[in-house]
């Protein structure tokens, strides 16, 4: 059973514009919800994260909103950069477990 | 030092071949994880180490053997691979509480 859903697969953005990457999960126990950015070859790296405790925190150019009720959270990307072309999980944890859920992943193409 | 160095960056071996995969962090971080990624999906767990301990092995074969010699180091012992173990090991280590992975760069295996 996948812990945490992820959507879309793919995007593709203009430079400039929003990107919006979606993340639903079913377990009411988790909270932490980080998002990880990956380029090519490289290893995922933490983006941002959240708690459920807050609905929204931003960090720059990206934030992460977050439902509660809805069991949904979502990345925000504003002024999107072909720099910020990547693949990007979501993930999610519950306090003095060691191991997080990822979601399927969504790549990210900004057109220059 | 904020990184997790994984060491070899590439790896060819054959599938009689033995073969280990080195992580080492010195960020104080008592968690550490091997991860198993294919293209195109999201990190896999493969074992967690909680101060030293072994205290998550997600079914891995025994083709897969992992060693925590001291708080700063992470090994996988490799042998008698098969193809589809072809992919991108990669180790993250994690402080105690609700904080995400720090990523190393991974070890691209290849089996052949």
């Known amino acids: 059973q996948q812990q945490v859903k992820q959507s879309p697969q793919s995007l593709i953005v203009q430079k400039g514009g929003i990107s919006i990457i979606n993340c639903a999960y079913e377990?009411?126990?988790?909270?932490?919800f980080p998002w990880y950015q990956q380029f090519p070859g490289k290893g995922p790296a933490l983006l941002i994260a959240?708690?459920?405790?807050?609905s929204e925190k931003k960090e720059g150019r990206f934030t992460i909103s977050f439902n509660k009720s809805a069991k949904q959270f979502s990345l925000h990307i504003m002024d999107s950069q072909p720099g910020d072309s990547a693949t990007y999980f979501c993930?999610?944890?519950?306090?003095?477990?060691?191991?997080?859920?990822f979601g399927s992943g969504t790549k990210l193409n900004v057109k220059p | 030092d904020t990184e997790v160095t994984q060491t070899p960056k590439h790896l060819v071996m054959g599938m009689t071949n033995k073969k280990s995969l080195k992580c080492e962090q010195h960020?104080?971080?008592?968690?550490m994880y091997w991860y198993k990624q294919k293209a195109k999906k999201p990190p896999e767990l493969m074992f967690v180490?909680?101060?030293?301990?072994?205290?998550i092995n997600e079914s891995v074969p025994s083709r897969f053997s992992p060693e925590c010699p001291n708080s700063s180091l992470l090994n996988l012992h490799l042998h008698a691979l098969q193809p589809e173990d072809s992919a991108l090991y990669l180790c993250?280590?994690?402080?105690?509480?609700?904080?995400?992975?720090?990523f190393g760069s991974g070890t691209r295996l290849t089996v052949v």
């Open positions: 993250a280590s994690r402080a105690t509480g609700l904080y995400g992975y720090t």
């Open positions: 377990n009411t126990a988790f909270d932490y």
């Open positions: 959240i708690r459920p405790d807050v």
């Open positions: 993930a999610a944890s519950r306090n003095n477990f060691n191991k997080f859920y």
């Open positions: 960020m104080g971080h008592r968690a």
């Open positions: 180490y909680s101060y030293e301990k072994l205290s």
